[in-house]
């Protein structure tokens, strides 16, 4: 039940609100294309956010223009509000205009939309306009014939011979005829001027002034004065200006003067008077300045190291705001260049100091200002560098070169060096810039703490090291290894001497023995007669070859005899005379008669060797 | 009478002062007392006393060394733990402690790169003093002619193999060891190392005080002597860069 309640009201409020009376009208009911004609909106009652429908298809000439009226009829209130458009038709055809918003008691209303036929134009409106508008190009035409025959720019240089960075003063000037009436002045273009860089001069108002030349008076007035620094060598030409000028002009009632009628003249030329029905017209036009062209020559090739392309002339210096202070302070080091000529080619020098200075990038104080035909005033950078590490240092002179514009030469000037006394500041913060892996692992430690002993005291006795003890002991090894092989060589000797002797006693030792066998021969004792032969043999051999008792066997005999080059004959003689031997041993009595002949044979084969080993 | 008072009271005093300033021992235990009590500069006074005195120790350079490092003079430290160094190259204390100062240094050289080989030898002969060196030699002389008497008399053909080989690896190992010791001691003697003990020092292009400035030095900077003329002296740092610089800004390890 109470919703339904609500609704109604709500109904009812909004119905309320529509009941504003908002409407669209136009006051013309035939339009032709051309003409002009009113739109209005108005509101019975308050409104605001009055919004305009688009106006696309026509040309608004004005609007909108409000007003507001308030009527009071028989006691009861009622208040009005319009906006109103002048719109002019531009082509034929059905237009709809609207519909417009507004808001009032907080609802949107729309107003309604209005529906607007543009007729054809008749021939006789076609006529007249093209007549309006012939005769304004005309008069346009006219004007600004008076005025580019009456007004002229002309450019000045002070110089149109110039080296790179020197500084030409442009003037453009403007003449006109004096009673021209110019009301306004203004650059509408400027070229791009390529290989300058300009620094215009602030004029302010224009000032006019009256100058005569060759008889004729003109209204002058400097427009345009620029500083032009050359940047690049060769013709440089700065293109033309463009102005746009402003005059006013008398003229004629146009209405007037279009009418033929003879009588009409005689009223026109009555109220042409300029007492009665002249009127001014603004007419704006462009008067172009004539470009110039200028020689720019290249600076001489000798150029200082530190040149940097500043022309003019100028001097420098520099100071430090202290010469003593704590690590961590800031100093301040100042550059100071002043003079004339083209500051913005001055580059600021970099510092050259220790890597235990901080310096941050300079300030730079630019008090220069536009003179009468140059740049002048001083450069100052400040330089802020903070020490990190006591001592005693010097800032290095700075060498500022720059072209002298009077000479024509290069000058340099050394600015003066400055010392800096660095003492510990309170807070010992050694810059620990270069730390690799290993110094960050012993950044937090502590040195170790001092030896309570006295350690041993070298009191300039020598070391062992290089001293002759050190060689003793170092060669004492040496000395008891040649030793040793000393001692080996003279073993060996005694037993090579040893074997010699032997060798040299073995056929008198043999025959010795063989002599003692013939002796057992001739007893008949066999067996002993075999045994000192054999033994004769064997030891003939054993001391001939140097072969130790030992080692004697039959196959070791026969290969040192056959090392020894021994004939093969013999060997085998020997061996035969060996085997007989042995031969003899166990079965003596079938040797009977052979005896004679072993002894014989023993003899010869020990004769033999005798001869074959030397 | 006046006088010869005056005259035997200053022969006792003198000859007091003379006993107690001549037993490094006590001279020793005084410094390292004040040192104690944080009043370095006393100690830094009593250390160089003995020092002067002609008593030298490794022990002594070092607690000098710690007694400049605490008292913030880097330079010095380094000089005197350098040359502590010197006479006890493989105490662990004075590695430690010359490492630590030489983080406090100003300058950080790049050295410039050395052959690996040039380099390893440069560590291990600077890592121990001559003499063990010297003593490593002597027992392998030992052992390589002992090896080479066995080869003589040996009668076994692998004994004797075995033992010449040895024996000439043991000789070899001798002469390094040879000639490390005399690297080591090249070392030791070597007059052309310095320290830079001055806070900062202009490194000049020529002896003259009006030359060009080619860098600068800061305490505690390492540095070698290469040439003097005059009271100047021709410097080359770490990273191969050479100039001259007063002799009063550096002092010889």
Redesign the interface.
Known sequence: MKHIFYSLVFIFVVNYAYAVDFTATVDKDYIEVGDKFTVTFSIDGDGSDFKAPSFADFKVLGGPSQSQSIQIINGKMSRSLTFSYVLQAVKEGKFKIGPAKLTSHGNEILSNTIEVVVAKPSQAKLNQMKQEKDAETQLQKQAADIINKNIEIKVTTDKTNAYIGEPILATYKIYMHPELAVTQIGIKKSPQLNGFWTQDFDLGQIQYKFETINGKTYRTAVVKKAILFPQQSGKLSVDSYEFNVSVRLQVQDQKQKRSRDPFADFFDNFFNDPFFNTSYREFQTTVVSPSISINVKDLPKNAPASFTGAVGSFSANSWVDRNKAKTGEAITYRLKISGKGNFQLIQPPKLDLPPSFEVYDPKIVNNTKLGDNNVGGDLIFEYIIIPQTPGTYKIPPIDFSYFDINSKQYKTITTAEQSLEITQGTTANYSVNGTNKEDVKLLNQDIQYIKTSIGKIENGKANFFPSIWFYILLLLPLFAWLAAIYFKNEKQQLINNQNELRRRQARKIAEKQLKEAEKYLQLHDLQKFIEEVSKAIWGFAANKLSIPIANLTRENIESIMKNKNVQDQLITELIKVLDECEYARFAPSQLDGNLQSIYQKAIDVITHLEEEIK | MKKTAIFIFFIIFSNSFLFAETN??QI?NEA?AY?SQKDYTKAIEKYEQLIKQ???????Y??LA??Y?RN?NIGKAILYYNKAKR??PND??IN??L???K??T?D?IQPLPKFFLSKWIEDISKSQ???T??IF??IF??I???L??IY??ARKSSTKKLSFFTGIASLII?IAF?LL?FQ??SY?TSDKEGVII???A?IKSSPDQTAT?L??L??GTEIEVLDKVANWSKIRIANGSQGWVEDNKFEKI
Do not use: C, W
Request: proline share 3%.
């Open positions: 490094p021992h020793f390292n040192y002609g008593n030298i120790s490794a022990n002594i070092y607690n710690n007694a490092y913030n006479l006890n662990d204390d430690l402690n490492q630590l100062a983080l406090k100003v950080r003093s001559p003499e060196f010297a030699a002597i002389s030992f390589g002619f002992g080479l008497t003589i008399y001798m040879v010791a080591s001691n030791r001055s806070a900062s202009y400035d860098f600068i800061h305490e």
